[in-house]
């Protein structure tokens, strides 16, 4: 059982790029979210979606686009990378709204 | 609105001594859940406790024992008896259950360092 994978574990941009970081649960949960960790900030909420074709936006949701074709995936998008987003990002997922959160391993993205 | 505050940064002490990491919510619902995670320096969110707000029984696991109180809106987190392995960084976190749909948030969370 993998439970929430992430990948890449570490990336390095160039401001203007985009890329998409992936996140896959086996674990048959409706609930998916992305937080992103910046030093003193805690975990902050950037999207999140309750099921397939289901997303809304967290906290600091602008830079970032998400969609969930499948219960399994959960993929965060950058359209143009900027430094303000460097940070380890957080995939989890949860069985039902009160449940507690499966984390993936995270995203270690830096943005020059 | 919902929010967590946890209000020390970080926190040393030696081994076996006993430390409390203190936790205060705001939430408007009278149906939540609250959470303690810790991440290790290895980077990895391990998730330690649930309690909802129906339960407001104190817990104890080996070392570790949560006391909830919602007169005073807390929901604290005691480590007896510390070793170098708690090193970590605390978090708690909220989620209410009118807004289920949503994931949890987070306190800034707590810096704990144990030395021998």
């Known amino acids: 059982n993998a439970g929430v994978t992430q990948t890449p574990k570490f990336q390095v941009l160039k401001t203007g790029q985009s890329m998409t970081l992936q996140c896959a649960q086996d674990?048959?949960?409706?609930?998916m979210s992305w937080y992103r960790q910046d030093p003193g900030m805690g975990l902050r909420l950037i999207h999140y979606?309750?099921?397939?074709?289901?997303?809304d936006q967290g906290e600091v949701p602008n830079g970032y686009n998400v969609s969930r074709s499948t219960t399994e995936d959960f993929p965060l998008r950058l359209l143009s990378a900027a430094p303000s987003q460097t940070s380890v990002y957080f995939c989890?997922?949860?069985?039902?709204?009160?449940?507690?959160?499966?984390f993936g391993d995270g995203t270690r993205l830096s943005i020059l | 609105a919902q929010k967590v505050t946890q209000a020390q940064t970080e926190i040393s002490v030696v081994e076996k001594e006993d430390v409390t990491l203190d936790c205060v919510y705001e939430?408007?619902?009278?149906?939540?859940?609250l959470f303690w995670y810790k991440q290790p320096p290895s980077g990895e969110l391990v998730f330690l406790i649930r309690?909802?707000?129906?339960?407001?029984q104190n817990e104890i696991s080996g070392r570790y024992s949560w006391n909830f109180q919602k007169s005073t809106s807390s929901f604290n987190f005691t480590i007896t008896a510390s070793q170098v392995v708690d090193s970590a960084v605390y978090f708690c976190?909220?989620?209410?259950?009118?807004?289920?749909?949503?994931?949890?948030?987070f306190g800034k969370g707590t810096t704990l360092s144990v030395s021998s």
């Open positions: 976190a909220l989620s209410e259950a009118a807004q289920a749909g949503t994931a949890l948030i």
């Open positions: 309690r909802n707000s129906f339960d407001e």
């Open positions: 989890a997922s949860r069985r039902t709204g009160n449940q507690p959160q499966h």
């Open positions: 939430t408007r619902d009278t149906t939540y859940y």
């Open positions: 674990m048959n949960h409706e609930y």
């Open positions: 979606s309750v099921g397939a074709g289901i997303t």
